[in-house]
């Protein structure tokens, strides 16, 4: 079993639709939980970065972590095409073991016009 | 924002050469910095840790040898690719962590460069 689980997709949806993702992990020492957008053959980029458990808002994003489940969830609003992506969800420990961030497999999705 | 810049973006080289990647962090100093390889459709696998002025960490099954990395000064690390075959070909992606304005050392969030496509025929 991965240590973060987190559905490929692909996740097809309507511009202006809610894109709703989300990750599964096993580590009970996650304390840090991030979410990396990646276009095709770049690097990703950082969209949200949280602390432990709750939610967490940024314009047309929406992170949330429920510790208790080992669950975080990606909400974007009013998707739009230029949203297509692949989604990564990434966590890490606490301490000196939080500099490795440990990857979901990620999640690509569609946004169509 | 945090800068992370890549070079080359992609090489194509012959089975058996080396072939060399670097990573700069343009407007920040990163003491640490990371190399991930990604396979098709696949998530970013953590190679190694670069550690500026000592010796890279490298993750469990990574060859040290194969994967020489250098972290010369506290905006450049290299990753070297040596005797190179069809097998290492891979996206190959630096990362960085920038400290300014951050109250956290260890656990705040990383940069990635835009990554290196390396083809090996």
């Known amino acids: 079993q991965k240590e973060v689980e987190q559905d490929p997709g692909p996740l097809s949806v309507p511009e202006g639709a809610i894109v709703s993702l989300n990750c599964t992990y096993s580590n009970s020492a996650f304390q840090y939980f991030m979410w990396y957008r990646q276009y095709s053959r770049k690097g990703p980029e950082l969209l949200m970065y949280?602390?432990?458990?709750g939610n967490k808002e940024d314009g047309r994003f929406t992170a949330q972590v429920d510790k208790s489940s080992k669950y975080i969830s990606l909400f974007i609003r009013d998707s739009q095409p230029s949203d297509s992506a692949t989604y990564l969800c990434a966590m890490s420990e606490k301490g000196a073991a939080g500099n490795k961030l440990t990857f979901g497999g990620g999640t690509r999705v569609l946004v169509k016009p | 924002g945090a800068v992370v810049s890549q070079h080359p973006s992609w090489v194509i080289c012959k089975s058996g050469t080396s072939v060399k990647i670097e990573c700069r962090s343009l407007?920040?100093?990163?003491?640490?910095m990371f190399w991930y390889r990604q396979f098709p459709k696949q998530s970013l696998m953590l190679m190694a840790t670069?550690?500026?002025?000592?010796?890279?960490?490298?993750e469990q099954g990574v060859e040290k040898d194969k994967f020489l990395i250098n972290h010369a000064s506290l905006t450049l690390s290299t990753l070297t690719v040596t005797s190179a075959h069809p097998e290492d070909s891979s996206f190959y992606i630096c990362?960085?962590?920038?400290?300014?304005?951050?109250?956290?050392?260890?656990?705040?969030?990383?940069?990635f460069g835009n990554g290196t496509r390396l083809t090996v025929t």
């Open positions: 990362s960085a962590r920038d400290l300014r304005g951050q109250g956290i050392s260890y656990n705040s969030p990383l940069h």
């Open positions: 949280t602390y432990s458990s």
């Open positions: 407007d920040f100093q990163a003491t640490t």
């Open positions: 670069s550690n500026e002025g000592s010796k890279a960490t490298y």
